[in-house]
Structures are given as structure tokens and as C-alpha cells.
């Protein structure tokens, strides 16, 4: 039976990027938790975001891929190896450095066939939206010295699991 990953305690990682990249899409239906959040508010942000990215003649599915991977960097032994036992003291600092690597990479690879520029503008916008997506809770600073101890024993079996 496959372990399944955790984005935290008692929450499971891959349901957590489903709803999230759910809630970008505007598919609240299956949503467990829909009546706890205001959709309304939610909505409004998402759509703001959205036609920005319309006027600069973005691709709107870089926004959801972006959401669906915005905590993909939790999936590392090292980030999972913290979320074991009690978590009242666990921080995930620097999950975004590598959740933000990632999607950089899965959007270049998306969009390349519109061109190396193109490419890395979707691919750029991506990351950065992700890198910055606990902006109020800490600096990129504390992302990026928050995720040196993960990234000095990141394996390629790391690389694997965050790909499947």
C-alpha cells in the first residue's frame, strides 16, 4: 500500500493541490468545505487575477497549473519526514523554493512550443506566483534559508515522487 504524502498533519497532499487548483478553476461543487469559505470573495480575486493575466496575453491554465503545484514541494522525505507525529511546532518553510522549481520546469514544458520567450514568461509567471504564495507570512529570505537542509539531501528519489 502506497504511503500517501502530506501537505500537513492529518491533511492529505495530493487532495489539498486537487481542491486548491479546484478553486481556481471555479469548481466548488465537490468541495467538502465550500460552505467554511467565501466563495463570493474567492471568486472575485481569482477572476482580478485572471483578466490581468488575459490583458498581458497569458494563457488563463497557467494559473491553475501554478495552483496545482503550489505545494508541490512538500513531497520530499525531508518535508514529509516533519509532518510525522505532533506538529505543534513543525515549520514547511522553503517548500515553495522547490514547489516554485518545479513549476517553472512543468510550465516551460507546457508552453515551449509557443516559443522560448513565451515559454519562459508562462514558465516565469508561474513560479513566481508560487514562490510567493506565503509572501505574508515570511520573506523569500526565510523560504530560501528555510529550504537549504532540503535541498542539500533532496535525491533523485525525491525528483520521482514529486513527478508522479
Known amino acids: 500500500m502506497a504511503v500517501?504524502?502530506?501537505?500537513w498533519c492529518g491533511h492529505d497532499l495530493e487532495e489539498h493541490l486537487l481542491n486548491t487548483r479546484?478553486?481556481?478553476a471555479?469548481?466548488?461543487?465537490?468541495?467538502?468545505?465550500?460552505?467554511?469559505?467565501?466563495?463570493?470573495l474567492v471568486n472575485y480575486e481569482i477572476e482580478a487575477v485572471k483578466a490581468k493575466l488575459l490583458r498581458l496575453k497569458f494563457d488563463?491554465?497557467?494559473v491553475e497549473m501554478a495552483a496545482y503545484l503550489h505545494d508541490v514541494g512538500k513531497a520530499t522525505r525531508e518535508f514529509q519526514r516533519k509532518l510525522e507525529g505532533d506538529c505543534k511546532h513543525v515549520t514547511l518553510k522553503g517548500h515553495e523554493v522547490i514547489s516554485a522549481w518545479v513549476t517553472f520546469y512543468a510550465a516551460y514544458l507546457k508552453y515551449r512550443n509557443c516559443g522560448e520567450e513565451c515559454a519562459r514568461a508562462h514558465a516565469t509567471l508561474a513560479s513566481v506566483g508560487v514562490l510567493l504564495h506565503h509572501h505574508g507570512?515570511?520573506?523569500?529570505?526565510?523560504a530560501v534559508v528555510g529550504v537549504k537542509d532540503v535541498v542539500e539531501n533532496?535525491?533523485?528519489?525525491d525528483v520521482e515522487t514529486m513527478a508522479d
Not at 26 to 40: A, F, T
Open 60 to 62: 488563463e491554465e497557467v
Open 137 to 142: 507570512r515570511r520573506s523569500i529570505y526565510e
Open 26 to 40: 471555479g469548481r466548488w461543487d465537490s468541495l467538502p468545505y465550500k460552505e467554511r469559505v467565501n466563495q463570493h
Open 154 to 157: 533532496l535525491t533523485y528519489k
Open 22 to 24: 479546484s478553486i481556481v
Open 4 to 7: 500517501r504524502m502530506k501537505a
